[in-house]
């Protein structure tokens, strides 16, 4: 009896392995390629934007750019119609990890501990806010890494985000096929 036991443990087992790596051969239809519009409305959405910001960088000597944004930019111009790309969420989104970076820089200081927590504590607050940006996951590392402080989170985080999202409501808007936001 303890053999056939044993023995079902075993299947057991083996059936859950199989199932869990299953799960990993995909199975469903690649997405299909972006028109040719909608990427020439990205590129052009992507392209004004960070060249606004770079501008703006360049004349004031204040860094409005950072490198999360160039993310926010392909998610608004390009699947503007996304949860994930709605002013709510890059707003929302860039703010809370901006904190999370900032406050945990303060706390800890540079470090693989400082970096993997906030990571982490950003994907989970903004994941019960409701506010989940892709982009802003970046975010507590260039803080981190750059030793940034509090001002950060107005220039470039607030602001860079509020722009990003009114190139959004200007670009997208032009094409008759396209509304944003889908929601605020």
């Not at 606004?52 to 000597?61: M, R």
């Not at 950003?122 to 806010?129: D, E, H, K, Q, Y």
Request: glycine share 12%; charged share 10%; net charge positive.
């Amino acid at each position: 009896m303890a053999d056939f036991v044993r023995l079902q443990e075993k299947d057991v087992k083996n059936h859950r392995l199989k199932a869990y790596l299953a799960k990993m051969s995909g199975g469903g239809h690649a997405p299909s390629r972006t028109n040719f519009a909608d990427a020439l409305t990205g590129a052009a959405g992507g392209l004004l934007c960070i060249f606004v910001l770079l501008c703006l960088t360049n004349y004031t000597g204040t860094p409005w750019l950072m490198a999360s944004l160039g993310g926010s930019c392909v998610l608004v111009f390009v699947v503007w119609n996304a949860p994930l790309s709605q002013p709510r969420n890059i707003i929302g989104g860039h703010m809370i990890s901006a904190f999370i970076g900032v406050a945990m820089y303060s706390l800890l200081g540079s470090s693989v501990i400082s970096i993997s927590l906030a990571v982490g504590l950003t994907i989970f607050c903004m994941a019960l806010a409701g506010v989940i940006h892709p982009p802003a996951g970046a975010n507590p590392i260039i803080i981190i890494l750059g030793g940034y402080g509090w001002s950060y989170l107005i220039m470039p985080v607030f602001i860079g985000a509020v722009i990003i999202v009114i190139f959004g409501l200007l670009i997208n808007n032009l094409r008759q096929t396209r509304k944003y936001p889908q929601f605020w």
